[in-house]
């Protein structure tokens, strides 16, 4: 992860200054943003598709959403680990294009040619559904796998790239990164809206072949872009995988077990500098981690237990079995983490209900505005965006100015472990307000025996708002937490764990589903989840089991794993915040 400052065509330092910076980035950002206007025009609408143009039903359109969100969230590790040790960031972002291209390509295909798709029924009807045949659904899977394959080369690697574009060594390339950020999560945001208001809206109401071939177009666009400005970039080589330092660390400390960690006057450690040269990033020279007390097992890959252990250089002669304290304490700052992860796995499986089942409670519910206007499901998607945004708000420019004057400059900012701990509850309280108000919009479809309730698609807000809180105080402070905790040469491996998280959400949601469907049906008795018509289901209990896992989940957080947080990793976040306030407080 230790990446060389030089591009892989030029390495002259003349052709450096010349590489890089705003003329670099927005070719970047114009990738970055039609990207970003693609796959979230297939994301947000995925489960309506399938379950309107493939007549699958409610439980088997989530398993299938679940799979491919599973399997989209997890491939980015595998990119992030090649793109760092073989291919480096430029040629996975390429190749992740190309694939999401050609997954766009085959989404077109069969939203615009009637026979891959079984025989449409009417909307909102108990016909008799065809189920898509083996040839129907492989163009389907085909095309969710290559989206699949892209959008996991492309999570890692997008942002990561365009810092590589900044000279960080001085105070103008930390401005404009921090300016790129800003500009990325405000594209991001555009893309977003453009995504669930008329992609959605076209795909829903006037035709999914337009609908998908313009997110395919948008895919052209991107790579077309991305291309052009490849002359401009900073290309940094790859220099190898953490991963593999971090299996050496395990490995060594197996093989050095029979060492007594508690004769520490009696040990020797590894502990060479770490390499300074100038071609070598500048936040890499000062990255040395502090030596900790905890998991002093891992400690024992750094003992020298023999002399013929180093050369005469005092370099470790095989790095499987001794390795520096340095790659020590980075597996630490891992394993540290790894308990507070676990808990944000279950937040994520409430978070991810918004945009299976939510979406399919918004189809069979009153969306009418008027006596034309219909309001896509998908529209919904919109509600978690607006509640994040206007939390942020309230935080930043309310909050905080707040408590800044109460406490004179002590305490502004929400600590990891507090955040963490709302995100927990708010995880709880969207479940047990999903239940509730699927109870009402059933009762309300089975008074009037019809397929789509009288209750209005407003009734939903709720639960899809507190979705967006979900995300605010989980999954930001958990991606904050392994992108600032873990040490430098890690944090591409971060977010790519991030990732995997959801992906892990996905997978334990299709197990869960699993579960209840075969208990429920158990003796003849009514299942809780399937079939076409969520009036027939009990959703609610759904919901209301994972708000129990939630729960657990609680007590889990609160006794045990926000303890791993050690004082020193949360006076590191306060003091960053401190920092942060006075940077900000000094621009005003």
């Known amino acids: ?22 003329k670099s980035v927005k070719y970047i950002l114009g990738n970055e943003t039609f990207e970003k206007l693609a796959s979230m025009s297939l994301i947000a609408n995925l489960i309506v598709y399938m379950h309107t143009q493939y007549n699958m039903d409610t439980t088997f359109s989530v398993e299938v959403f679940n799979i491919w969100s599973g399997f989209t969230n997890f491939l ?12 480096g960031k430029f040629y996975m972002l390429i190749f992740g294009s190309i694939a999401s ?3 766009m390509g085959f989404m077109s295909l069969g939203a615009g040619v009637p026979s891959l798709r079984p025989p449409p029924c009417p909307p909102l009807s108990d016909c008799v559904q065809m189920n898509p045949t083996n040839t129907q659904l492989a163009v389907l899977y085909v095309g969710l796998g290559f989206f699949a394959i892209g959008s996991g080369c492309l999570r890692p690697c997008n942002i990561a790239f365009g810092a590589d574009q900044f000279d960080i060594k001085t105070e103008k390339g930390r401005a404009q990164l921090e300016s790129f950020c800003n500009w990325w999560y405000f594209l991001f945001t555009i893309a977003l809206l453009v995504a669930l208001t008329l992609v959605v809206y076209i ?19 991107s790579l077309t872009i991305f291309l052009i400005g490849q002359g401009t970039y900073v290309r940094l080589k790859p220099k190898g995988s953490v991963l593999c330092d971090l299996f050496k660390v395990v490995l060594a400390a197996i093989r050095k077990h029979h060492v007594d960690m508690k004769k520490d006057s009696e040990l020797s450690f590894y502990d060479p500098p770490l390499p300074s040269n100038e071609t070598e ?5 000062n990255l040395k ?116 004057k109460n406490t004179l400059k002590k305490g502004k900012r929400l600590s990891i472990v507090q955040r963490l701990t709302i995100g927990i509850i708010c995880s709880i309280a969207c479940m047990v307000v999903a239940g509730l108000i699927e109870v009402r919009r059933r009762d309300n479809a089975l008074k009037t025996k019809s397929l789509e309730s009288p209750t209005r698609i407003w009734w939903l807000i709720p ?30 491996l971060g977010g790519a764990v991030f990732f995997l998280s959801l992906s892990i959400a996905s997978s334990l949601s299709n197990i869960l589903i699993k ?31 994972i708000a129990v896992l939630g729960g657990l989940n609680l007590l889990y957080f609160l006794f045990f794993a926000r303890f791993f947080l050690s004082s020193e990793v949360l006076q590191r976040q306060k003091s960053q915040s401190e920092e942060k306030d006075e940077e900000n407080e000094y621009r005003q």
């Open 1 to 22: 992860m230790n990446e060389n400052h030089s591009s892989e065509i030029h390495d002259s330092s003349s052709t450096k200054r010349k590489r890089g910076g705003w």
């Open 76 to 87: 980015p590790l595998v990119a992030a680990y090649l793109a760092d040790a073989y291919t």
């Open 101 to 103: 291209f050609l997954g």
């Open 203 to 221: 795909q829903t109401n006037i035709s999914w072949f337009l609908g998908y071939i313009i997110p395919t177009v948008c895919f052209a666009f």
């Open 281 to 285: 990033e500048s936040r890499h020279a």
């Open 289 to 404: 981690l502090a030596h900790t007390n905890r998991f002093r097992f891992f400690e024992k890959a750094a003992v020298i237990t023999n002399q013929t252990e180093i050369d005469n250089n005092g370099k470790s002669i095989d790095s499987w079995r001794l390795c520096s304290l340095q790659q020590v304490e980075e597996l630490k700052s891992i394993v540290t983490t790894l308990p507070v992860w676990l808990a944000g796995i279950i937040c994520f499986l409430s978070m991810g209900q918004a945009n299976s089942y939510g979406v399919l409670q918004a189809l069979q519910t009153d969306k009418s505005i008027g006596k034309s206007f219909k309001i896509p499901p998908a529209w919904m998607g919109l509600v978690p965006m607006i509640s994040l945004s206007l939390w942020i708000l309230l935080y930043e420019k309310i909050y905080i100015p707040c408590t800044k």
């Open 463 to 492: 639960q899809f708002a507190l979705s967006g809180l979900v995300e605010v105080f989980a999954a930001i402070p958990m991606m904050e937490l392994l992108t600032s905790y873990w040490p430098e040469s890690m944090k591409t």
């Open 515 to 545: 579960i209840i469907v075969g208990l429920t049906k158990r003796n003849g008795g009514t299942p809780w989840l399937g079939g076409n018509d969520l009036n027939k289901n009990k959703l609610e209990y759904y919901y209301y089991t």
